[in-house]
């Protein structure tokens, strides 16, 4: 088997597509290339400071990593990492860590990113021998969309609207743990422009916001300020956005494991706890 490892600086994003899905085939969770796309822009993904191994013309294994501040840190992450079937057991991820690390170092990367399943123990052992440490635990819901209960009624006082991206960015922060990189704050603007943002105020003060991928139900942000809490402003803010949805079903990712007042609010309105994982990290 001749191998070639390389950047995909190169590569049209199509040719990535295709060996993603055939990477992914036999994953617990099913993508399609839309969705795989939008995960891509919102995640910051920079084919430069992404690798894979290549048979020939055909992309046997990759990594694609996405670059941009995260806490304050200049990060890359990993986007996902994958090899089709009949490459596995030949060290082909390991070998493209090794290859990727020295451009993400010279990029100014001071730290690498990435989730992965609590169950998925062959890839967190992977990871594991690459340096990586787990440094968050999160939780994964999900619900048809007929099938959540939208019962407490808005408080009168409370409007829900629809706002611009930079509107926002300029809200302050409601949520109770830091997002994980995919619902940070500059992946939402990365991908601004597929999503909704909706901000709930109090006369002219606001309160609550939500944001969501109307195309795969994905509800990136949803949170309400603290004083404002348990009045039915969460309640609402998700409803509207529901009521933008195109597809059959949402979900709520990367909810930290430790943070209680989300978890009770998704499970009031019938979202079910379904895939969890591990945030880990390795300093560069």
């Known amino acids: 088997m001749e191998i070639e490892f390389k950047t995909l600086a190169d590569t049209p994003l199509e040719r990535v597509l295709d060996a993603f899905q055939g990477a992914f085939g036999d994953y617990a969770v099913g993508f399609d290339r839309r969705e795989v796309e939008s995960m891509l822009e919102r995640r910051g993904f920079d084919a430069a400071l992404s690798a894979a191994a290549f048979d020939g013309d055909r992309i046997v ?147 609550g916001c939500c944001v969501l991928d109307p195309i795969t139900g994905d509800v990136a942000r949803i949170a309400v300020r603290h004083d404002h809490r348990r009045r039915g402003i969460a309640t609402a803010l998700l409803a509207s956005a529901v009521g933008r949805a195109r597809s059959a079903a949402v979900k709520v990712l990367n909810v930290e494991r430790q943070c209680d007042a989300p978890r009770r609010f998704l499970e009031a309105v019938g979202f079910e706890e379904g895939l969890s994982q591990y945030g880990m990290r390795r300093l560069l």
């Open 61 to 207: 294994s990759f990594v694609l990593n996405g670059f941009g501040p995260y806490e304050g840190v200049l990060s890359g992450y990993d986007c996902g990492t994958g090899i089709l079937p009949g490459y596995r057991g030949e060290g082909l991820a390991g070998r493209l860590f090794e290859y990727s690390l020295p451009l993400l170092r010279d990029a100014g990367v001071r730290q690498y990113l990435l989730e992965v399943l609590t169950s998925n123990a062959p890839a967190i052992a992977l990871y594991q021998r690459a340096g990586f440490e787990v440094v968050a635990e999160y939780d994964c819901f999900r619900q048809q969309t007929g099938s959540l209960r939208f019962d407490k009624p808005k408080p009168r006082d409370v409007i829900i609207k629809e706002i611009a991206p930079e509107v926002f960015a300029g809200l302050p922060d409601f949520g109770d743990f830091a997002p994980s990189w995919q619902n940070s704050g500059e992946s939402l603007m990365r991908g601004a422009g597929g999503l909704v943002f909706l901000a709930a105020y109090s006369g002219s003060e606001p309160v």
